[in-house]
Structures are given as structure tokens and as C-alpha cells.
């Protein structure tokens, strides 16, 4: 081969290699500071608003229209997953559509991850029953039950170490904010559980932010720009303590207060991956509205 010739085989490995490095980078594009292309996340916490059967019965059946009601790309886009009380997560899996993820609203209780408690719940009897993803952290159960920082990370570890998804719910209290204590606060509850979740671990957590303050009937929601400043500094706190990669890959979603009127609003910020819903997830109208608008902004991204 001459030295010509030498060269243009040369030039062209070295463009060849150029271009897959851009096609790999495209394929993870971060969207800016944002999470890695991924399903949005909407979680739908029913807390304990249906008591008997026949209400969660004759809910699932409206779910399941509704959610057949929608595009394969708009069921795609989302990943859709409802929180039932304990009683019912079994009799929710057993019916409801298979590609709606079923998760619990808790594991274990208050005072620390001991199955030897009477009355406690564990990770396999919630793996037992098609259970995948379990709520923590919720402001409930910080603020009323008196779960701690390291009482949730515990819990974190327990149901990622038995293949659950969590969704980490995170808040700072009215007072909280109003003294400049909410980034701190946030980053304290979040650092505890950083702690206890492996770098490869983040595709399998979803932060929630609850501005506790703005959470509730007549509550006034945190405004979107707000939103997304505290997401970006949740962002940043995970690329810091762990890696642009986990930060990337986590998904941040705001729970305070959306509804199918706002959620636009929220859905078009960069950091913001979906929302976790309280009344709006027992109305299968505002959720579908929900959902479309989470999947024209996961277009769109």
C-alpha cells in the first residue's frame, strides 16, 4: 500500500470512530442537564381512598378502559404505576393490565425493617404478590409516623435488594422554607439514602419532590420555575455524591399538587420526569390527560 494510501485508510477509521462516538452519545442524550432518553415516571398513590372491594374493583375496570383507550406510543412513553393499600395490591396485580406497574405505599413500619414485628410487611411478601415498585419517604409518614432519614434508607436497601424499583419521596415543611432551610433539608434527606443505593442502582429510583407546603386541598402549587430550580439542585447533589451518570439515569418527578390543568406547565421542564399524583390518580379522566401530556413532552424532548 503507498503512503496515500495509507492515509486515507487512516482518515477514514479515524471518521468512522468519530461518528459511533456521536450515534452512542446521541443514543444516552441527557436533554442538557436532564435524565438519560427513558420512560416518564407516573406514579398514582391511592393512599387509602377505596376501602372495599368492590370501589377498587370498580376502579381497576375504569383504569384498564382508560388505559386501553390510549396509543401504544403514549403506553410507551410512560410508565405508569399505582400504589394500593396492602390489602389490595394482590387483587390489583391479579387484574389490572400487566404493563401497569403495581407498587405498595410502604414496607415494613415505623420503627425500622424487622419482620420479626407483629404486623409487619415484608420485601417478599410484596415480591410474592407481583409487587415491583414500593413508595418511601412519603411526608406522611416523616412528618406523622416519625420516620427518620436513616429508617428510609434502610428500607431503600431492603427493596432494592430484593429487585423493587423505589420511589423516594423527599419534601421540606412549611417553616422550612420559610427560614431557607428547604435545599439543605432536601439534601439531608437525600444524602441519607444516597448512602445506601449503589452506582448502578439510580435506573431503578425515582426522587419525588413534595413540597409539603403545597400539598392539599386548596394548596397552592410550587410554581414551575421554582420546580425546576430545586430539581436541577437535586440533580446536581446526585452527580456530586455519586456521578453524572447516576444523576442522569434517576428520575426526578414533582408531586405537589398536579392536576390535568397544571401538569404542562411542570412537564416541559428539563428536570422534571414525571409526576407522583394523589386525588388526580383516582380519576381516570385527569389521569389519561396526565399521561397524554407526559408523552407529547417525552416527544418532545
Not at 31 to 38: D, F, I, L, R, T
Not at 158 to 183: C, F, H, Y
Not at 216 to 239: D, M, N, W
Amino acid at each position: 500500500m503507498s503512503h496515500n494510501g495509507f492515509l486515507v485508510v487512516l482518515i477514514s477509521i479515524i471518521v468512522v470512530a468519530i461518528l459511533n462516538t456521536c450515534v452512542a452519545s446521541t443514543s444516552q442524550s441527557t436533554g442538557g442537564s436532564g435524565s438519560v432518553s427513558q420512560k416518564k415516571f407516573l406514579g398514582a398513590n391511592w393512599k387509602g381512598s377505596l376501602e372495599t372491594t368492590q370501589e377498587v374493583d370498580g376502579f381497576v375496570d375504569d383504569l384498564n378502559r382508560m388505559w386501553g383507550s390510549l396509543s401504544r406510543e403514549d403506553q410507551e412513553a410512560v410508565e405508569l404505576c399505582v400504589n394500593p393499600p396492602f390489602v389490595f395490591l394482590d387483587r390489583v396485580r391479579s387484574r389490572i393490565a400487566r404493563n401497569i406497574v403495581v407498587g405498595s405505599q410502604n414496607v415494613f413500619d415505623a420503627r425500622g425493617p424487622n419482620q420479626a414485628n407483629t404486623g409487619a410487611i415484608t420485601t417478599n411478601m410484596l415480591r410474592a404478590v407481583g409487587c415491583d415498585w414500593v413508595l418511601l419517604g412519603h411526608s406522611d409518614r416523616r412528618n406523622n409516623l416519625g420516620e427518620t432519614d436513616k429508617l428510609i434508607s434502610d428500607k431503600v436497601r431492603k427493596a432494592l435488594d430484593a429487585g423493587m424499583g423505589v420511589t423516594l419521596t423527599i419534601g421540606e415543611l412549611p417553616n422550612q422554607r420559610r427560614w431557607g432551610l428547604a435545599l439543605y433539608t432536601l439534601r439531608k434527606q437525600l444524602g441519607a439514602a444516597v448512602k445506601a443505593i449503589k452506582p448502578e442502582e439510580w435506573h431503578r429510583i425515582v426522587v419525588a419532590y413534595e413540597p409539603v407546603w403545597a400539598v392539599g386541598e386548596g394548596a397552592t402549587p410550587c410554581s414551575p420555575q421554582e420546580a425546576q430550580r430545586v430539581h436541577a439542585a437535586l440533580r446536581k447533589f446526585i452527580t456530586k455524591k455519586v456521578s453524572a451518570d447516576a444523576a442522569a439515569k434517576c428520575r426526578l418527578t414533582y408531586t405537589g399538587s398536579v392536576n390535568e390543568d397544571n401538569a404542562a406547565a411542570y412537564a416541559q421542564l428539563e428536570d422534571v420526569d414525571g409526576f407522583v399524583v394523589g386525588r388526580a390518580g383516582l380519576d381516570t379522566t385527569k389521569l389519561r390527560s396526565i399521561i397524554r401530556t407526559l408523552a407529547l413532552s417525552s416527544v418532545s424532548d
